[in-house]
């Protein structure tokens, strides 16, 4: 009955595939996701963004002088010109430097992902193969018997297909995220010019930051995935093949559910972390 067994070699082997590719996608640059092409667009977005922040920085810099001086002679003092002369020259080092910025926050982010799969011990996940004594049972399975069967390998092979899917396109959206961030950067930076307008910088800092750890969450669920992965799902061998089936399938699934709840939900505990 290899044409049963098949439905569920084909599923892992599509699983097995996208948490290779999450690997390679964890440890690599924007600069350097599909050959840089990407890259070089959205820096040539920053670049033209950067004149319309600079543009605002102007403007955030007086709604601040504004709000924040009770009087022009207030302004006049010597310390409190001081004070807005330093904020200015600083938030425009911040607009003008700000894609080496976050490129730095990022080598960091990424040096600590790094770490973290080195000191783990695991240099790539771990490949899931459906065991020889589940894969001898479904041989030994009489046809008319194979038809249970047949259905619980084809809807457990759907359904690890399906959470392949949702776990790498996860794993994408947070490289588009990144593009994003970095395209539009120039405009949130330039609040930082305004003391009443500098907690949208803050924030904007905050998410980006959130969206790099983002990478290091991934690992360390994959990390536990994988060490799953090496001790199989344990399945009496005394029951019947559809029995047998049923458990591992049912209980390779829920590990794997939990990995894709842990990458899907990667974002959301970076943020706990960060801003509560």
Not at 4 to 14: G, H, R, S, Y
Not at 170 to 176: D, E, L, N
Not at 207 to 236: M, R, T
Request: charged letters at 10%; one cysteine or more; hydrophobic letters at 55%.
């Amino acid at each position: 009955m290899s044409w049963v067994a098949d439905n569920l070699d084909n599923a892992i082997n599509t699983w097995n595939s996208k948490l290779a590719e999450i690997w390679q996608l964890i440890t690599q640059s924007p600069e350097t996701f599909k050959g840089g092409v990407i890259w070089d667009v959205i820096v040539n977005i920053h670049d033209t963004v950067k004149a319309v922040g600079l543009g605002l920085l102007v403007l955030f810099f007086v709604v601040g002088v504004v709000k924040t001086c009770g009087s022009f002679a207030e302004v006049k003092k010597p310390e409190h010109t001081l004070k807005l002369f330093i904020r200015f020259v600083l938030a425009k080092a911040v607009v003008t430097h700000g894609l080496e910025l976050m490129m730095a926050l990022f080598s960091i982010v990424q040096g600590l992902i790094s770490r973290i799969m080195s000191t783990s011990g695991i240099g790539g996940a771990n490949t899931t193969v459906l065991p020889d004594s589940i894969r001898q049972a479904i041989d030994d399975t009489g046809f008319f018997a194979s038809i249970p069967l047949w259905a619980v390998t084809l809807i457990g092979g759907l359904f690890i297909t399906v959470l392949s899917f949702i776990m790498i396109m996860s794993v994408y959206g947070r490289f588009f995220k990144l593009y994003i961030y970095t395209a539009i950067a120039p405009v949130p930076m330039a609040t930082f010019a305004g003391e009443p307008s500098q907690s949208i910088g803050k924030s904007f800092i905050k998410s980006y930051a959130a969206v790099c750890l983002e990478g290091a969450i991934i690992v360390l669920g994959c990390i536990i995935f994988s060490l799953f992965a090496a001790s199989p799902p344990a399945v009496d061998p005394s029951t019947a093949a559809v029995t047998q089936v049923w458990a591992y399938v049912g209980e390779l699934c829920f590990n794997m559910l939990v990995l894709v709840g842990t990458v899907k939900m990667s974002s959301m505990v970076v943020r706990e972390m960060l801003f509560n």
